[in-house]
């Protein structure tokens, strides 16, 4: 079975890309991490403005993430992670997954308008435009060695024939 790491920018496609891959491999386990962090009852640190707080509760995030595909690929399911988060460190929490890693990172200008179009979200999705602007900047220029770099239809197409 096995494990992917989707990421990218907010609004670049990885829920999307989430959704084609399960419907590809069977059975999957789709974790979106933000859904994951969504269930904090009280005392949700958000993404913006990032702080010390935010940092912490991605992290617990990302074990609790580790733990639940841990769990799911050893009951023989396929797992897709789904998270905008640095590769590096993305590297270092999800490695012993041995996972197939998957930047998705169309153009600034196709994110940003795949985020205005999105109506996945129950907040207004124009309030991640500077974050958008600001990560697609952070991927672009990190080293993704390792990964599988799709920036347009025809490369995500190509990935899922190849599954």
């Known amino acids: 079975m096995a494990t992917f790491v989707l990421t990218g920018p907010p609004g670049a496609g990885k829920t999307t890309l989430a959704t084609r891959i399960a419907e590809k491999v069977c059975p999957t386990l789709h974790i979106p991490v933000d859904d994951l962090r969504s269930w904090v009852a009280s005392g949700l640190a958000e993404s913006v403005p990032w702080t010390e707080e935010t940092e912490r509760q991605f992290q617990i995030a990302e074990e609790a993430t580790l733990k639940i595909a841990q769990t799911y690929a050893g009951r023989g399911f396929h797992v897709v992670i789904d998270h905008c988060r640095n590769i590096e460190r993305l590297n270092m929490v999800f490695s ?46 990190a080293d993704y060695s390792g990964w599988e770099v799709l920036r347009s239809l025809n490369d995500i197409d190509r990935f899922l024939d190849s599954l």
């Not at 169309?106 to 435009?129: C, G, H, I, W, Y």
């Open 96 to 141: 012993c997954l041995s996972p197939v890693k998957i930047l998705v990172l169309p153009s600034l200008e196709t994110t940003l308008r795949q985020n205005a179009e999105r109506q996945n979200k129950d907040f207004d999705p124009q309030v991640l435009v500077e974050t958008i602007k600001f990560t697609h900047n952070v991927f672009s220029n």
